[in-house]
């Protein structure tokens, strides 16, 4: 039972979300100019991976979706993308919008680690505190900073799946 749970653990999904975070911040980093377009894109992907990671999982270890915190997760974005963005304006630049954006979902990543598994949580910190650090105190490697939050995905995905006991 352990090895199943182990298996089917979100390593897929940390996998899948820190390299695509990984071409998006590459592409920004390089090419900003259609940074947008390509970026909808990779997360639209995204989207549709996901989807199928979790159908194909939901065959092989079944679980009730927790509906209080599907709604966390919602009110989390539409506060993240609507409300605050009316309220304090909208991003100022690709990169402020990166960072909301990416803050946002850092968000669920900490609730998330809250709700349900630690490494979560330190996933979500690990990552703000890169984000934050480059928007405010490193800005001419905002960039670098985002390839080393993608990357803390895919390496949390290695350790979930392959170092955890």
């Known amino acids: 039972m352990r090895a199943t749970i182990q298996a089917y653990r979100g390593h897929l999904y940390l996998w899948l979300w820190g390299l695509i975070w990984i071409a998006i911040s590459l592409l920004n980093w390089t090419e900003g100019t259609r940074y947008q377009a390509a970026s909808g894109w990779l997360s639209a992907a995204g989207c549709v991976a996901s989807f199928l990671i979790g159908i194909i999982q939901g065959r092989q270890v079944r679980s009730r979706v927790n509906k209080r915190f599907v709604a966390v997760c919602i009110s989390i974005l539409l506060f993240g993308f609507v409300a605050w963005p009316i309220v304090l304006g909208p991003p100022h630049g690709y990169k402020s919008g990166f960072g909301l954006g990416t803050l946002v979902w850092m968000q669920i990543y900490i609730v998330a680690g809250i709700w349900f598994d630690n ?44 170092g955890w006991r």
Not at 140 to 161: E, H, I
């Open 119 to 162: 490494y979560l949580l330190w996933v979500g910190i690990a990552a703000t505190a890169l984000i934050l650090a480059g928007l405010v105190f490193l800005p001419g490697l905002f960039w670098a900073c985002t390839l080393l939050a993608g990357a803390v995905l895919v390496g949390t995905g290695f350790y979930v799946r392959y």
